[in-house]
């Protein structure tokens, strides 16, 4: 595969999905954990991360959905946390997964899921989604 020089720039500039340090996410007490359970349902409309093959950018909506434990994410430092996505080459079945394992480390929820919706690309829309249900179970759908 011949690779001009614009495309290797591109691919030089991708960051590992490892620069994605979850030490950013901040955890608030949930009041009423023995009162009763709450789903918590966060939008992110404006979420990119970078193709890894391609180096071009992939535009997508993260929603969140969760039923807290004992802690609640803070969301200024979730989208922190989304943000350092930018500029990272990973595949939309890769990065649903790994936001779900970092809030799942973070929050130890009794339910979360993660989906991901993609913009199209080459007339292509791609949904994903994965789900943790406090038995340390994943399941991806």
Known sequence: MNISGTEKRLLDDIKKPDTVVPDVLEVL??????KRDIEIKIDQPEFTSVCPISGLPDFGSITIRYIPKEKIVELKSLKYYLIQYRNVGIFYEHV????LEDLVGALNPKFMEVTG?????????TTTRVEYRGDDSLSVE
Do not use: E, L, S
């Open 29 to 34: 007490d949930y009041a009423y954990p023995t």
């Open 96 to 99: 649903v997964n790994r936001i």
């Open 117 to 125: 919706t993609f913009t199209p690309r080459g007339g292509i829309t």
